[in-house]
């Protein structure tokens, strides 16, 4: 169905869950390293293998991070919390259980504000952040294509076995209308960023650190009660979680228009063709048959705990914008345009790097905008540095490059030639200020062109202008505009 | 309180990954409820009033460093296993996913 | 028979160390008494010869060398229950689902004996997986009660229970969920203790139920026992239910009641394990125990624990709910038997079930249902839920018994070893062994089995349990040493030496 009709008729209910892999140095449950990409079962312990008789021991640096996160989501921290079994059979799975948390969560009620491209802010209401571990990988051999279906067998690797992980879910999100795919990703963007700015994860979408199912059902206009959703799994990139939403709704809508039901089930998002196919329905969902962990001790986090850590909280990414919309002095649609445009960061950096805002931010928003558009990539890929870009600005401060040579500079260093410096080398751009050579082209201008000498001498000024033009051409642009601007008039005896 | 059938029998083996065969079904749904109909009076002393225990000792916040510790080798790891390729656990193919 | 197995582990320990016996010669005895009698009991699965004489070697050198003991049972031989991990030993907790398993990895406990210099002479029978109170649902057999061939050592722990009846070992290892040490120990007139949950850890036992297992030491004196209750116990970071306390000094305790005075020491009978079902052989030597602790000086108190009589259904629901879940890693996927894996036809999942189905016996798969049903939605609240609060309940009754009386006695099990094969098809009679022994199972506290003789009707050992207070487990220790002092003289010797001679 239409898009436009969809929510025309129906109103979309989204609920996000987002896993996040901690970066700890070890798993949840055993002191083997997390890090990623090592080779097959290397990284493994009789605890997250699942031997017989192998316990857990829990990380506290990951409690520390769960509740950081939950913080940082304006979420209340549970006084007394417990470890859960989450009982299935699954191979990628060592001990055919999941150690999570189940109505017991560390921390649960908070939120997070979403800003849209348009300013537009929209509170995503956090329902609970619990605390888990990652199963392990499997590799299907045979088949077509490496898929699980058609595979002859599979192998099996539990590197990631383990690995701490931080569950988000956030209660049902209504109210966002034809807007909920772009809230989703928003959404998932910020949370992204709040995760980076704390430090507990590498936040990699495409290495598996963050990653995102998306609950979607659809209401007919002025219903109260939700219609039944899917849960898309697995939704791996930004722009993945506003096309799945979308597809979804599309999809639910269809269904729903021809007096169709929607069927409660999983669904996977097909990154090639930007659709949604039928996974594994209600009826045959397990019985998960939670029960409290008997290995592991309750979780109490005492208030002075979660002080100390709420402590330790970094600026927060809205915190930060706030604070740079007033060291910058910009304007609510000054800032927006920054964030959308992703260049609040690379500005800060040149800032960092002893450039002032209004002259970190012309060169951003302006030249370099401008090259990435040509380009066709975003901003923080131009191969410029803000640190090289803060050095270009000196260099122009301090009178050594002219604006002109400036943008010549900073092509060079776009197109690979090295740093500004050796750019400036390299292309041989300096300004010319050896006073007599100066002196010389204004005096052959002035020569060349006696008529406007005489009416500048006589007072006019602003024919100067020709002059010093002359004179830039005459010096390849080499030489500063004021100063020559200054010879000229000061030879005409101004 | 229960009279456990053969097919709730059959839907427990399931879910608990157990090919029990038909006699199986036969014998464990009359043991299951005899077991059940016995171990039910808990119901009787268990009022809202009384906190479940979930563990013997009232121990809380048991933490580990996250600091390493040494694992097993790749070869260790692998030892016990029925069928392994490219270092890794070769199992039968998997249905459906998770 | 060789003095050498006769001897108590205190007594090897002393003349190994004293140098008057090499830890080879004393290895090598129970070696051979294995060779002997073992076919005919079956306490062994696996007897690991060159390993347990490469510990004693290394024992023996030290000595020479002029080292310290690593331990007061530094070249004492033990038999370590199959359920306990042993780096490149085989573990097979009694089940075919894990026939041939090598470990890569000591349970905290092994290394613990190990690092004491304690010999393992190998690894003992027991009901697959703990699950059982006779040793019978051992995949590999039976083993068979020293005192009669024809009945049960008790179990799970029976392998374990018999080694020491059989002088096999002077020392075993057992694991204790719903009295798996001390129901042995009853019936094969050995002591077993059940220490404070949490004082043993369970790092490496493989797990049958979490919240109730602990591992605990087996001997046939007192004092053996409190000694290798020290060599294991304490403080373990890798088992998050570990107390992070000094081990309470058992063997202290065990010193001091030999001393035979146990005046100021008020000791509590439980009301509720007396009675229908309890045979009379039993109740008889219960009483007279009572009697002899009184004439010890100590003050005897009757005291009811009303919630008690619910704690075998609320263990029924507890045990196998967690078993369901600590099983589920047996899936043919990583280790252990796999069945069905060479049919390209077979999925991963219908490869797990045919091994499972293969792979565990029927007492495993009956509480595995019990244990899904339990925690299954919609019955978790009635099951799982109300068997959690009856835990309450019970740990309350001991708390309040425990602020009338230093200890609690009873009959540790109600009857006298079975004959094997008579309960097998009866699981809830089976249960029924395990009446007395599961309260403190549940409430964590402490608990031993120390033989109080013979019932009358039948000639076979009886148990007198002994009930401490969580982190109190000296008192039970004092207390059960004054008695066997005081037993031994009233009987005319350790019980253990009327055992008869193993017919091979
Ligand atoms: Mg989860
Ligand atoms: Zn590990």
Redesign the interface.
């Known amino acids: 169905m239409d898009y436009a009709e969809v929510v025309e008729r129906f109103d979309p209910v989204l609920g996000l869950e987002v896993h996040v892999e901690l970066s700890?140095?070890?798993k949840m449950f055993?002191?083997?390293?997390t890090t990623f990409g090592a080779?097959?079962?290397?990284?493994?312990?009789?605890t997250?293998?699942g031997l017989p008789g192998a316990l857990p021991?829990?990380?506290?640096?990951?409690?520390e991070s769960a509740i950081r996160i939950g913080l940082a989501l304006n979420c209340e921290i549970a006084a007394?919390c417990?470890f859960a079994r989450k009982n299935?059979?699954?191979?990628?799975?060592p001990k055919n259980f999941q150690t999570s948390q189940y109505d017991e969560p560390i921390a649960f009620n908070g939120y997070l504000d979403v800003v849209l491209e348009d300013g537009e802010v929209f509170r995503v209401d956090i329902e609970r952040a619990h605390m888990e571990e990652d199963?392990g990988k499997?590799?299907?051999v045979?088949g077509a294509t490496g898929r699980?279906h058609g595979?002859?067998?599979?192998?099996?690797?539990?590197n990631r076995a383990g690995v701490p992980l931080i569950e988000i879910v956030t209660k049902p999100l209504e109210g966002a209308g034809e807007r909920a795919p772009e809230v989703a990703k928003a959404y998932v963007s910020a949370l992204r960023d709040l995760l980076r700015a704390l430090d507990v994860s590498d936040v990699r979408m495409d290495q598996g650190s963050l990653r995102c199912d998306a609950n979607v059902s659809l209401k007919p206009k002025g219903q109260a009660e939700f219609g039944t959703r899917t849960e898309t799994?697995n939704v791996n990139s930004l722009r993945s979680v506003e096309r799945a939403v979308r597809f979804e709704m599309c999809r639910q809508g269809a269904v729903l228009a021809e007096g169709g039901r929607i069927v409660q089930e999983?669904r996977?998002f097909d990154e090639s063709s930007g659709s949604t196919s039928a996974?594994?329905t209600k009826e045959t969902a397990?019985?998960y048959?939670y029960?409290?962990e008997?290995d592991?001790?309750?979780?109490?986090?005492s208030t002075e705990w979660v002080e100390e850590l709420r402590a330790t909280l970094p600026e927060l990414p809205w915190e930060r914008l706030k604070r740079i919309q007033g060291d910058w002095q910009l304007t609510d649609a000054e800032l927006r345009d920054l964030v959308n445009a992703g260049a609040v960061d690379l500005i800060a950096a040149t800032v960092d790097a002893g450039s002032s805002p209004a002259e970190a931010r012309r060169w951003w928003v302006a030249y370099l905008t401008q090259q990435a558009n040509t380009r066709g990539i975003e901003l923080v890929e131009l191969s410029i540095t803000p640190v090289q870009v803060a050095r270009v600005i000196e260099l122009v401060n301090g009178g050594s490059l002219t604006n002109t040579m400036a943008k010549d500079v900073v092509d060079g260093v776009l197109a690979g030639e090295g740093s500004p410096d050796e750019v400036v080398e390299g292309r041989g751009l300096k300004v010319v200020s050896d006073d007599s050579a100066l002196e010389a082209a204004v005096d052959e201008a002035l020569a060349a062109q006696p008529d406007v000498a005489e009416k500048i001498r006589s007072g006019k000024v602003q024919a100067a202008g020709a002059i010093v033009g002359a004179v830039m051409k005459a010096t390849k642009g080499q030489a500063d505009a004021k100063k020559v601007r200054d010879l000229v008039i000061a030879r005409c005896g101004g | 309180?229960p009279s456990?059938s053969r097919d709730?029998?059959a839907h427990?083996?399931r879910?608990?990954?157990?090919?029990?065969?038909e006699d199986?079904l036969d014998?464990?749904a009359g043991?299951?409820d005899?077991?059940?109909q016995?171990?039910?009076?808990?119901?009787?002393?268990?009022?809202s009033d009384?906190?479940?225990?979930?563990?013997?000792?009232p121990?809380?916040?048991?933490?580990?460093?996250?600091?390493?510790?040494?694992?097993?080798?790749?070869q260790?790891?692998?030892?016990?296993?029925?069928?392994a390729?490219?270092?890794?656990?070769?199992?039968?193919?998997?249905?459906?996913?998770? | 028979m060789n003095d050498l197995i006769r001897s108590t582990a205190a007594e090897l320990a002393a003349q190994i160390h004293a140098g008057e016996v090499s830890a080879v010669e004393v290895t090598q005895a129970h070696l051979d008494r294995i060779a002997q009698v073992d076919t005919a009991v079956h306490a062994f699965l696996h007897v690991d010869t060159e390993g347990a004489l490469a510990a004693a070697r290394k024992v023996d050198a030290d000595r020479v060398a002029g080292q310290q003991p690593a331990s007061a049972l530094a070249g004492v031989p033990l038999a370590l229950k199959d359920v306990l991990t042993t780096e490149g030993v085989p573990t097979t907790c009694g089940s075919k689902m894990l026939e041939g398993?090598?470990?890569?990895?000591d349970a905290t406990v092994t290394r613990r004996l190990r690092e004491a210099g304690v010999v393992i002479l190998g690894k003992t029978n027991m009901d697959e997986f703990a699950m059982g109170s006779s040793t019978e649902n051992s995949a590999y057999g039976p083993t068979h009660n020293p005192w009669d061939l024809d009945r049960i050592p008790g179990g799970s722990g029976g392998g374990s229970s018999a080694a020491l009846a059989a002088f096999e070992s002077p020392l075993s290892i057992g694991t204790d969920t719903g009295g798996s040490i001390r129901q042995p120990g009853s019936v094969t007139g050995t002591v077993g203790v059940k220490p404070?949950?949490?004082t043993v850890s369970r790092y490496g036992l493989v797990a049958f139920s979490s919240?109730?297992d602990q591992a605990g030491p087996c001997a046939r004196t007192v004092l053996d026992a409190a000694l290798l209750h020290e060599v294991i116990g304490g403080h373990d970071?890798l088992d998050?239910?570990s107390?992070d306390r000094p081990l309470p000094p058992v063997v202290a305790a065990a010193r001091q009641g030999a001393d035979g005075d146990l005046s100021g020491v008020r000791i509590g009978v439980v009301r509720e394990f007396a009675g229908e079902g309890y045979q009379a052989g039993v109740l008889a030597s219960f009483t007279a125990a009572v009697d002899q602790l009184r004439a010890l000086g100590a003050e005897i108190v009757e005291v009811s624990c009303p919630?008690f009589t619910?704690a075998?259904?609320?263990y029924?629901?507890i045990a196998p709910s967690e078993a369901?879940s600590n099983l589920?890693r047996f899936?043919?996927?990583?280790?252990?038997?796999?069945v069905?894996?060479d049919d390209?036809s077979?999925?991963?999942?219908?490869?797990?079930?045919?091994t499972?189905?293969a792979g565990?016996g029927?007492e495993v798969?009956?509480r595995?249902?019990?244990g899904?049903?339990a925690l299954?939605s919609g019955y978790y609240d009635?099951?799982y839920?109300?068997?959690?609060?009856?835990?309450?309940?019970i740990?309350r009754d001991f708390d309040a018994a425990f602020e009338q009386v230093d200890v609690l006695v009873s009959p540790t099990t109600p009857t006298t070893a079975f004959k094997i094969g008579e309960r097998v098809d009866d699981?809830?009679a089976m249960y029924l062994s395990d009446l007395c022994t599961i309260p403190s199972?549940?409430?964590?506290n402490a608990s031993l089995s120390v033989p109080s003789g013979l019932a009358e009707e039948d000639g076979l050992p009886v148990g007198l349990q002994i009930m401490a207070p969580?982190m109190e487990d000296h008192r039970m220790y004092r207390v059960a040493a004054a008695y066997e002092v005081a037993r031994d003289a009233a009987q005319g010797g350790p019980l253990i030496h009327r055992v008869p001679e193993v017919s091979v």
């Open positions: 700890t140095n070890t055993c002191g083997c390293p080779e097959p079962n290397t990284q493994v312990c009789p997250c293998l021991a829990v990380n506290g640096k990951a409690v007394w417990r299935y059979f699954y191979p990628d799975q199963t499997s590799l299907h045979g699980i595979a002859d067998y599979s192998l099996l690797d539990y799994k999983t996977h996974g594994r397990e019985d048959r029960f409290p008997p592991l001790a309750p979780v109490a986090p | 309180m456990i709730e029998v427990l083996a879910l608990a990954r157990l090919a029990v065969t199986e014998l464990f043991q299951l005899v077991i059940l016995a171990v039910a009076r808990v119901g009787e002393l268990a009022t009384v906190p479940p225990t979930s563990h013997a000792v121990l809380t916040n048991v933490f580990r460093e996250d600091v390493l510790r040494p694992g097993l080798r790749q260790q790891a692998l030892a016990g296993a029925p069928a390729e490219a270092g890794r656990f070769r199992v039968p193919r998997i249905l459906g996913e998770e | 398993w090598i470990p890569p990895y404070t949950y949490g919240s109730l970071p998050s239910t107390i919630s619910y075998l259904s609320a029924y629901l369901s589920a899936d043919a996927m990583r280790y252990g038997l796999r069905g894996g390209p077979l999925s991963a999942e219908d490869v797990m079930s045919l499972r189905e565990f029927a798969k009956r595995i249902m019990i899904t049903y299954s009635a099951y839920g109300s068997a959690q609060k009856v835990r309450t309940l740990t699981p809830m199972n549940l409430a964590g969580a």
